[in-house]
């Protein structure tokens, strides 16, 4: 099995998504699974071959630096599950 | 009068031009359906008043001779095109009660066009699925059924509502999005037309993100015809979409002359697979057949690395989507979990992550975020990256011989809602469509027939880059061939 239950607790921290004790070796299971099957990909040679990193040849477009938008303190924060006095807030944060 | 709810966009059209009835007639009919149609679960969210108030709107326009492509047309729009004021949650209770302060480009140009609003669409969520069990609606219910089986099947996924809503006549035509199949499958599981257009043809701008190098959206029409006219009011160039391609769009209607002389139609032979129902090889055969009455001619073709292409694709989406999905995170939008006393910022955002998402899109998170940790990327991320370059070249090749390609868009037909419970099986529902968004080109998924148990089956037409007219056309020329008139008997 190519992932084990401590690799699990690992990236489960690293992605910041809280997973219960019991829920841990059915996830190794499942990931495990799910990466022996794309270990197919190691039978192609791919010596020599270019990552692909946009499926259409294009150049980023540019555009005057100017500010085309703004000013909408309210909407931004009408979604957010708390805001007070014009900021998100948020637990306290302490390093 | 006939049935409004059953006419095709071009036929409403002419008609709504012709007087023969107005927009708001025609909203009524369609608000009177979806409001029918609860058993189905297409429908997460309904906008009648919103209908009501664009159809005024369209009349108005009618009557001023001034009415623009989709003028009075009724629409299902997908949960994640993010509609302002209107909620939009892409199926995900992590972004519950989301209202946009904004409006999409994709539905922005949709309005533009004079189309009206009956409501959002159940998904997968985030579209993460190929059956709409994911969703945080719960099921969408296939309006198809089995000869003699009241069984429930899936609608496809994971555009399920959208797919559900136009076959069992809530709106004239819906929108979707195609990551890895999520408009063609559901198309070829409802007897419906799905169009997943060249990435980059229209914008993503306010369209919910899974994976970015690979999300499109498209239309689900009645017609081929329908779909021409609905992919030129949904595509544009966008100032807000740095992809969005800089290439004017074209008159796609114009382009549907059905004339398939000279044309070279290929046959890929690694699409027969293993597990291919003899009804979807049967189909296959005939839509090449039909092809060449027509005066195209039939070429087989090799891709040789077609079967790397789902394997690459499950490392590719999950992690574009661990990154794209690290923005809910309980601050700006959606949902917050309940925090204990001491817990801190971390306890937050990972209780708030544990409680929003599902499981399918945990998983792919953490497989995403895996595969790009220290140490693995160059075995997974780089080699699929390098694969994805392969598949791209195997089509590039293969379109210096033929114009289009031709093959099923699944190897059956709609199955069972709870059906398939491994994901690798799941995964399957992709293996012909993933292998048009890892080269990034268009492809369209036409009716062609009945299997055995009445159900309808999928032929996908692929076609060049940028190159949608011509896609269009043969699409147009096979669906006048394969003539597929069948309906879902009313049961709900």
């Known amino acids: ?95 | 009068m006939t049935d409004l709810t059953s006419l095709s966009i071009a036929d409403a059209r002419s008609k709504l031009r012709a007087k023969e009835f107005s927009a708001t007639e025609l909203a009524d009919a369609f608000i009177g359906a979806v409001e029918g149609g609860d058993a189905l679960n297409a429908y997460c969210e309904k906008t009648p008043d919103l209908a009501r108030e664009q159809a005024r709107t369209a009349d108005a326009r009618l009557a001023a001779g001034d009415a623009p492509s989709l003028c009075g047309i009724p629409l299902g729009i997908k949960d994640l095109f993010c509609t302002k004021g209107v909620r939009s949650q892409s199926g995900s209770n992590i972004l519950e009660g989301f209202k946009p302060p904004y409006e999409s480009t994709v539905t922005t140009n949709l309005w533009d066009a004079g189309a009206v609003m009956l409501g959002k669409l159940s998904m997968d969520e985030f579209a993460m699925g190929s059956s709409n069990e994911t969703s945080c609606y719960g099921n969408v219910i296939n309006p198809w059924r089995r000869k003699g089986d009241d069984s429930a099947l899936t609608p496809g996924g994971s555009s399920g509502g959208s797919s559900a809503a136009l076959a069992a006549s809530m709106a004239m035509a819906t929108t979707g999005t195609d990551t890895g199949g999520s408009i063609r499958q559901p198309a070829a599981f409802t007897g419906t037309v799905g169009l997943k257009p060249t990435w980059g043809r229209v914008s993503r701008w306010g369209i919910i993100a899974f994976a970015s190098s690979l999300d499109q959206a498209g239309p689900f029409t009645r017609t081929v015809r329908d779909s021409a006219i609905m992919l030129e009011a949904m595509a544009s160039v966008d100032d807000k979409d740095s992809t969005s391609a800089d290439i004017p769009v074209p008159d796609y209607e114009a382009a549907l002359t059905g004339d398939m002389k000279g044309k070279r139609i290929g046959i890929p032979k690694e699409y027969s697979v293993d597990g291919m129902t003899a009804e979807a090889t049967a189909l296959w055969e005939k839509g090449a057949d039909h092809l060449r009455a027509q005066g195209a001619e039939i070429v087989e073709i090799s891709l040789p690395h077609t079967k790397y292409a789902l394997p690459a694709y499950y490392i590719l989406a999950p992690a574009e989507a661990s990154s794209n999905l690290a923005r809910y995170d309980g601050v700006r939008y959606g949902h917050r979990a309940k925090l204990s006393q001491g817990d801190g910022i971390d306890d937050m955002y990972a209780k708030t992550r544990a409680e929003g998402f599902g499981h399918e899109v945990k998983r792919r998170i953490m497989i995403g975020t895996y595969v790009l940790s220290a140490g693995y990327y160059d075995a997974y991320y780089i080699r699929a990256q390098k694969l994805r370059t392969l598949i791209k070249r195997d089509f590039d090749e293969a379109f210096e011989q033929v114009d289009a390609i031709l093959t099923p868009t699944t190897p059956s037909p709609a199955f069972g809602l709870g059906e398939k419970s491994d994901p690798l099986d799941m995964y399957m529902q992709d293996i012909f469509t993933v292998t048009v968004n890892m080269a990034g080109l268009p492809g369209i998924s036409v009716p062609a027939g009945l299997s055995p148990d009445g159900l309808p089956m999928g032929l996908q037409l692929i076609g060049k880059a940028f190159d949608e007219a011509n896609l269009l056309n043969t699409a147009y020329a096979l669906e006048d061939a394969l003539e597929f008139m069948a309906k879902p008997e009313k049961w709900w």
Do not use: H
């Open chain 1, 1 to 95: 099995m190519s992932v084990d239950a401590a690799t699990v607790r690992k990236v489960a921290k690293l992605a910041r998504i809280a997973v219960e004790e019991d829920e841990i070796e059915p996830l190794a299971n499942e990931i495990s699974g799910i990466l022996d099957w794309v270990e197919q990909l190691q039978e192609v040679d791919v010596s020599g071959v270019e990552p692909m990193t946009s499926a259409v040849p294009m150049r980023l477009k540019r555009r005057e630096d100017v500010v085309t938008d703004g000013d909408r303190r309210d909407d931004i924060l009408a979604n957010a599950p708390d805001s007070r006095e014009g900021f998100f807030a948020v637990p306290k944060v302490v390093e």
